[in-house]
Structure formats: structure tokens, C-alpha cells
């Protein structure tokens, strides 16, 4: 975090409409749609976001 306030990081598998950002915070990682940065945030334990990513990582 930079003075309190999250560091964002877009994906690099953007299209012009679709993109999440996401920053960790804690022993959580927070994801937010990149178009509606006022909108909700989704936080996930790191422990579960790694997983996840496990697994996506695994599809064709």
C-alpha cells in the first residue's frame, strides 16, 4: 500500500471492455472490475487465490 491506500494492478489479459485489477491486502486479495473502481470488491485469502489460479492455469 502507498500512503494507506492499495496499489492496483491491472491484468495483462485485458480487452477494451473487460478487465480486473486486484491489489493484496493483508493476507487477502482484493479484485475489482477496472471499469467500475467505485463499484464492489471481491477479497479472496491468498491461500484460495492461489488455488484458484492453480486450476485455471491447468484449462486448455
Known amino acids: 500500500m502507498a500512503d494507506g491506500k492499495p496499489v492496483w494492478?491491472?491484468?495483462s489479459h485485458c480487452d477494451p471492455l473487460n478487465c480486473?485489477?486486484?491489489t493484496f491486502?493483508?493476507?487477502?486479495?482484493?479484485?475489482?472490475?477496472?471499469f467500475d473502481r467505485d463499484g464492489q470488491?471481491?477479497?479472496?485469502r491468498v491461500k484460495n487465490w492461489t488455488h484458484f489460479l492453480r486450476h485455471?492455469?491447468?484449462?486448455?
Not at 25 to 34: F, K
Not at 56 to 60: D, G, M, N, T
Open 9 to 11: 494492478r491491472r491484468s
Open 20 to 22: 480486473v485489477e486486484l
Open 56 to 60: 485455471v492455469r491447468r484449462l486448455p
Open 41 to 44: 470488491i471481491l477479497a479472496i
Open 25 to 34: 491486502v493483508g493476507d487477502s486479495v482484493w479484485v475489482r472490475d477496472s
